[in-house]
């Protein structure tokens, strides 16, 4: 099966910088998908990892070490707005039969605070 | 907005009754996607339809059935109602057939079994 794990909530300070983990357990791992979604709001595309590295996006950066299992998302110059749940989720490839299904973690809340 | 509407937007209904859910992709998207995102379960897959055709499964129950039909547009059936059935529903388009970043939540369909 497949497992992931992320903190359930984080807080953190308008203007800092946070760090939200997200460790995953898979057969067959054809890349890693970072969400962003407010309360009651659909889950809106930040960014996807496929290879090992960084991939950096304006205030967002996501970093992915596949012999590890572990991404992260880390979030600069944190704004109010940021307040949300970030969710990870993991693609299967073909040959695990999941080429064509996200995986999801619970999420992490963050609360930024002023 | 994504591009992706979903209808109705809530739905109060009691216990054993059965609803109708639907959602229409974005112009030229072939792939919808329906998830169901409950308090205590995060974000779950259950089913994924490109051009008609079912492609994937997740844990969908036996209660539930979808189809996509020749104009793209997809409804998800929800039958025998159960409270734990309460949840957030969405639907997710995207131009491929396998699954990417490029996948687009509707707003939600928000079921409220009682």
């Known amino acids: 099966g497949q497992n992931i794990d992320q903190p359930t909530e984080m807080t953190a300070t308008e203007g800092a910088i946070v760090q939200i983990n997200c460790t995953y357990q898979t057969s067959g791992f054809n890349g890693l998908f970072w969400y962003q979604q407010h309360a009651g709001e659909a889950p809106t595309f930040l960014s996807y990892n496929v290879l090992d590295g960084l991939e950096e996006k304006g205030r967002f950066s996501s970093f992915l070490s596949r012999s590890k299992g572990y991404s992260y998302l880390l979030l600069k110059e944190l704004q109010m707005k940021d307040s949300a749940s970030y969710l990870c989720?993991?693609?299967?490839?073909?040959?695990?039969?999941?080429?064509?299904?996200?995986?999801f973690g619970a999420g992490t809340r963050l609360a930024v605070h002023p | 907005d994504s591009g992706v509407t979903q209808t109705p937007k809530h739905l109060i209904t009691a216990t054993g009754q059965r609803v109708t859910l639907r959602c229409s992709p974005r112009?030229?998207?072939?792939?919808v996607y329906w998830y169901q995102q409950s308090l205590d379960q995060g974000l779950q897959f259950l089913i994924h339809y490109y051009n008609g055709e079912e492609r994937a499964k997740g844990n969908i129950l036996e209660r539930f059935s979808a189809q996509q039909f020749p104009d793209l547009h997809s409804e998800l059936n929800l039958s025998s109602l159960e409270l734990g059935d309460s949840a957030l529903y969405f639907c997710?388009?995207?131009?491929?057939?396998?699954?990417?970043?490029?996948?687009?939540f509707g707003p939600g369909t928000r079921l409220t079994v009682t």
């Open positions: 112009s030229g998207d072939l792939s």
């Open positions: 989720a993991v693609r299967r490839d073909m040959f695990s039969g999941g080429y064509n299904k996200l995986i």
């Open positions: 997710a388009s995207s131009a491929r057939a396998e699954v990417s970043y490029e996948q687009y």
